[in-house]
């Protein structure tokens, strides 16, 4: 019988580590090797496998009769879908501390172990986030890293939500998914349904606590052509670039929206009994999301206004210290809109 895996051995953190698989068998050996090769062990592998028709199955069942600690692999015989099948394989883990896998991925062998010393220096830490390196299908690694630039603690409520990281950089105390009713989480801010497995976990540690940064590259990130993670590469200039009015209208009144329902579910998350020691984190993070909520909805009413009226609401909002760095809009959002008042008066100046 498996000895318990929520024990602590010596006064060590538990690791689960939580992987969803699917047709992984070109790169999953790769990836499972590096697991085992952690210099901190970790005390267990979940796995569901949703369904696969190539050899990713007999090649985990054959890593389990090998590992040094327990491997729990399920077997699906109907399609969850990739964001799906991860959060149901992270309901199963049983430690403290939660990491995601990718199959096609490559850690490197320090990387449980950095996480693990983010959670033990800064006990209140909910999730830490690190760097990656990509590499192409054959392994070789280019010039490019994903995530965080500097190796710091971000204060509770104060790390950028309007894009998610990855989940294969995500590391995060296991109370957070089950505090949470995943079935009933809110909707993506990039629109076509609930949040993704990256943006759940990336939302429960916002709203749980500070968040731990780390420049460091801890996995080797495979991009191939069948990725189902997508990277958004348009910088700032680019979204400042984008002046349809209308358009903006729209998005700020679907974040409007979002950012309503994210109080609500945080608020009912205070009641749940796994999250009851941070109540007062989560407390706070609903009434951020209803004071973000409230001011999305002021800025797609100011788009429909004569440049006067415009410039003034900006002023407002900015007096309120609305766009000030740490703030519910923050400085990228005053760039934003000092841009469409630009272009306003550019409208609003008669031809030549």
């Keep these: 019988m498996d000895r318990d895996v929520t024990e602590r051995s010596e006064g060590n953190l538990t690791i689960s580590i939580a992987m969803a698989t699917y047709n992984g068998e070109a790169f999953i050996e790769q990836q499972l090797s590096s697991i085992a090769e952690q210099t901190y062990a970790p005390s267990e592998l979940v796995i569901s496998d949703d ?10 069942t054959a890593f389990a009769h090998e590992a040094p600690w327990p491997v729990r692999i399920q077997r699906r015989a109907s399609r969850l879908g990739y964001s799906e099948n991860f959060i149901h394989t992270v309901s199963r883990c049983q430690c403290e501390i939660v990491a995601l896998a990718d199959q096609d991925d490559v850690w490197m062998p320090n990387k449980v172990d950095r996480c693990v010393q983010e959670f033990r220096a800064a006990p209140h830490v909910a999730l830490v986030h690190h760097a990656s390196a990509v590499i192409a299908p054959s392994g070789v690694r280019t010039d490019e ?32 998914a089950t505090g949470a009713n995943s079935a009933r989480r809110p909707q993506s801010r990039m629109g076509g349904g609930l949040m993704t497995h990256d943006e759940w976990i990336h939302f429960l540690g916002f ?4 968040v731990a940064e780390l420049a460091e590259p801890l996995v080797l990130h495979r991009r191939h052509d069948a990725n189902t993670s997508i990277v958004r590469r348009d910088g700032l200039g680019a979204r400042i670039g984008r002046v349809d009015p209308q358009r903006h209208r ?65 002023v407002r909002l900015l007096l309120k210290g609305a766009y000030r760095v740490g ?20 409208e609003d100046e008669p031809d030549e």
């Excluded at 000092?338 to 272009?343: K, P, R, S, T």
């Design 250 to 314: 729209d998005q700020l009144r679907y974040a409007s929206s979002c950012d309503q329902e994210n109080a609500e579910f945080v608020a009912s998350m205070m009641r749940a009994e796994d999250t009851a020691d941070i109540a007062g984190p989560l407390g706070e993070a609903s009434v951020f999301f209803r004071a973000r909520s409230e001011l999305l909805a002021s800025r797609a009413a100011l788009s429909s206004l004569g440049r006067g009226r415009r410039t003034a609401g900006v």
């Design 327 to 346: 703030a519910p809009l923050g400085p990228r959002a005053l760039m934003r809109d000092m841009a469409g008042m630009i272009e306003r008066r550019v």
């Design 51 to 60: 369904g696969s028709s190539d050899r990713t199955v007999n090649i985990l």
């Design 207 to 210: 709203c749980a606590g500070p």
């Design 145 to 176: 890293t994903l995530g965080p630039a500097r190796t710091r603690v971000v204060p509770h409520l104060q790390v950028r939500t309007y894009v998610a990281p990855l989940g294969h950089a995500l590391v995060f105390k296991r109370r957070l």
